[in-house]
């Protein structure tokens, strides 16, 4: 099943990838507490970001509901560091990938989670918190989201943070 696993996320487009255990992440409530500062102006307004993914517990029983942890990116370019509009592009993209991904691995695995970028973009106004989300199955929880740290993560799973200058990278995770 890894096996082919692998071959599909290939076809996908993503940049790097590695493989961790659920069981040797951290998941730390100070990366939540940056969440809360509310920089990226997702907190509290969308299913894919807290509070609305649960409490740090729930997200780490959630992950360790699975066996392996597959750390993907999406390296976009951008025309310089304070490229805007790239870096909102990028981010587009980076959820367009994370949606391709799961197509491609849909019909090998029974099983699975996957988390993405900041927020989710389905729909052009979210239904939290005052209604179901209207597509579950289409929302991918934020890896921040869950406490995570990326640069660790990206650490831990043999891959880059940082891709080099006028660049941006998005992180994202396949649970099976």
Same mark, same amino acid.
């Given at each position: 099943?890894? %096996?082919?696993?692998? %071959? ?21 409530? &100070?990366?939540? !507490? ?13 299913? =894919?970001?807290?509070? =609305? ?26 025309? !310089? ?10 981010? =587009? ?6 949606? !391709? ?19 989710? !973009? ?16 289409? /929302?991918?929880?934020?890896? &921040?989201?869950?406490?995570? /740290? ?15 200058e006028n660049s941006v ?8």
């Amino acid at each position: 099943m890894l %096996e082919k696993v692998l %071959e599909r996320i290939k076809e996908t487009g993503v940049f790097q990838y590695g493989l961790i255990k659920p069981s040797a992440i951290s998941y730390r409530q &100070e990366i939540r !507490d940056i969440c809360k500062g509310n920089l990226c102006r997702k907190y509290g307004t969308t299913w =894919a970001c807290p509070p =609305a993914v649960g409490t740090i517990d729930e997200c780490r029983e959630r992950c360790m509901h699975y066996n392996t942890m597959l750390v993907f990116t999406g390296k976009f370019m951008m025309e !310089d560091s304070f490229d805007y509009e790239g870096m909102v592009q990028s981010m =587009a993209d980076f959820k367009k990938l994370a949606r !391709d991904l799961e197509s491609a691995v849909k019909p090998c695995l029974k099983d699975y989670l996957i988390l993405s970028n900041e927020g989710c !973009d389905i729909c052009k106004t979210c239904t939290y918190p005052f209604a179901s989300c209207r597509f579950p199955e289409q /929302l991918h929880h934020s890896v &921040e989201g869950y406490g995570i /740290l990326v640069s660790e993560l990206a650490k831990q799973a043999g891959i880059n943070y940082y891709n080099g200058e006028n660049s941006v990278t998005y992180f994202g995770a396949l649970l099976f």
